[in-house]
């Protein structure tokens, strides 16, 4: 198969979540099984700094954006570990900022135009290099008016009348919606600006509009796709989910084993395997509390957590549970996020009054966060919804013992034999499962099956990239069927 995959992030080159590290991966994997993608994404001022050579092209393009006409130019590199091009659409004016969506915490105000010109710089990219495709797999706000486009302003064109379009949703938190008169940017006919199709609550929604015109859906978790077609998950736009559901699928995304896995991890203190974490765990353990200034104590039980610093991972249950139990327990806490102020607050003043028990760096640190996964005894994830998460998979193969709400991708990858789950969503449930887990913590043998079951699964993207394959491969069928017909 042949597939472009249009992406706001992808790792090395930009990353604020899970979808950066999924459009760096998939495509290496896609590859690996003979498949032919390439990647583009927006040239933000970061990507310099990917340590990667990102070379000019020599290519230029203009594209309308509202009643403009705006130029780019196309840069080329190549993902690390395989022959995957990726191609990177440069506008000085749009993308050499400091932040790929915004900064200290308020987004871009024109963050519309932004991506509506790297919609159209995709489509605009298959002529320009002469790719044949079968599918585009676009991914998330950022690109949603790309299967808009297609269906809408391409589908005459020779090239592109066969091409399909596969759009997943990585979080429907994030829905990328303007006000209305965004809409002339997009240069789409007002027809379409309806609740039907690109509207939403009287603004224009980018994530609602490639959901309306891609050919497929997924997401990044079967529970994930299920949960989104209720109300409690589906932020509102569960009746367009549950109008496609025909076309919607959930796929697992899988993990990069090159980066995280403990037996080769430059960034941790101990290498080990399932043979050696015995050994290897306690060497990383100590580092973990030494480099964050806890007590270096073996027995007491290390929590760790990493993720953004927002209300969907649960860090308000973390704190009440923190609160209660901090005085009477042994166990230690280390926390790795940056985000909402308010959590940014909360957590710099309970570390200030509980040094011994609770340590957090308010940062962006992928070496910490190689760090916690390697040192601590339990990770947490009590998330209210989480779409798929990777922090519990990477746990998983690093011997750390994940405690998790059942939802989403937590319920999808976690039970008994692997973990602790719980269902409520509250400090109480939360607190019970965690002392649970201590428990058996204490219990040697039963933890050390945990460890191992953990740690012999697989949870690489071999097995999830197959799965993309045969959608790529569904979805092309029946839009190649529908143009014969
Ligand atoms: P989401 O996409 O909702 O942010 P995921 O668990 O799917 O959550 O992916 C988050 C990714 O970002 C993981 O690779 C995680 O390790 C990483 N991450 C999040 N916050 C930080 C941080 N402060 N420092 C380092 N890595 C982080």
Redesign the pocket.
């Known amino acids: 198969m042949n597939i472009l995959l249009a992406t706001g992030e992808a790792v090395p080159f930009a990353k604020t979540?899970?979808?950066a590290?999924v459009c760096g991966a998939l495509p290496v994997e896609l590859s690996r099984l003979g498949h032919k993608p390439v990647v583009i994404l927006p040239a933000y001022r970061k990507v310099r700094y990917c340590g990667l050579s990102i070379e000019p092209m020599g290519i230029d393009f203009i594209v309308p954006v509202g009643s403009k006409m705006v130029a780019g130019h196309l840069r080329q590199s190549a993902l690390p570990g395989g022959d995957v091009p990726v191609y990177l659409v440069q506008q000085e004016q749009y993308y050499d900022r400091d932040g790929l969506y915004g900064t200290e915490g308020e987004n871009y105000i024109d963050n519309c135009e932004r991506f509506v010109f790297f919609s159209r710089a995709v489509l605009e990219c298959v002529r320009l290099l002469d790719l044949r495709l079968d599918v585009i797999h676009a991914n998330d706000w950022q690109t949603g008016l790309v299967p808009a486009y297609l269906e809408i302003e391409y589908r005459g064109v020779p090239r592109y009348e066969q091409i399909a379009s596969l759009f997943t949703l990585h979080?429907m938190a994030y829905q990328g919606q303007f006000w209305h008169w965004d809409m002339l940017l997009t240069g789409i006919d007002w027809k379409y600006f309806n609740w039907h199709q690109m509207e939403f609550h009287g603004r224009l929604n980018l994530l609602k509009t490639g959901l309306v015109f891609a050919d497929s859906i997924s997401t990044v978790s079967p529970r994930y796709a299920e949960e989104i077609q209720s109300s409690r998950v589906g932020c509102g736009l569960e009746g367009v989910l549950q109008h496609r559901r025909d076309v919607l699928s959930g796929i697992l995304n899988g993990i990069d084993t090159g980066e995280w896995d403990p037996a080769s991890d430059p960034h941790i203190a101990a290498n080990y395997d399932a043979a050696s974490v015995s050994q290897g765990k306690p060497v990383c353990k100590a580092a973990l509390q030494k480099e964050f200034g806890l007590p270096q104590v073996p027995h007491a039980p290390l929590v760790g957590m990493?993720?953004?610093l927002v209300d969907q991972k649960g860090f308000d249950l973390v704190a009440e549970v923190i609160l209660r139990s901090v005085q009477t327990s042994e166990v230690q806490w280390v926390i790795?996020?940056?985000g909402d102020p308010k959590y940014h607050e909360l957590f710099t003043t309970l570390t200030e009054r509980f040094p011994q028990k609770v340590a957090a760096r308010l940062?962006?640190?992928?070496p910490?966060?190689h760090q916690i996964e390697a040192g601590a005894d339990i990770f947490l994830m009590p998330s209210r919804f989480e779409p798929?998460?990777?922090?519990q998979m990477y746990s998983l193969k690093y011997g750390t013992v994940p405690v998790v709400r059942s939802t989403g991708g937590l319920a999808d990858t976690i039970d008994q034999s692997n973990g602790f789950i719980f269902q409520e969503y509250s400090p109480l449930a939360l607190e019970e499962t965690l002392r649970e887990a201590c428990d058996a913590y204490r219990q040697g043998e039963v933890w050390s099956r945990l460890m191992a079951t953990g740690m012999s699964q697989d949870w690489s993207w071999a097995r999830s990239a197959k799965q993309y394959v045969e959608l790529y491969k569904t979805t092309a069928e029946r839009i190649r069927q529908t143009v014969a017909t």
């Open positions: 979540g899970g979808l590290d979080n990493i993720g953004r790795l996020g940056t940062e962006f640190s992928n910490l966060a798929c998460g990777l922090n």
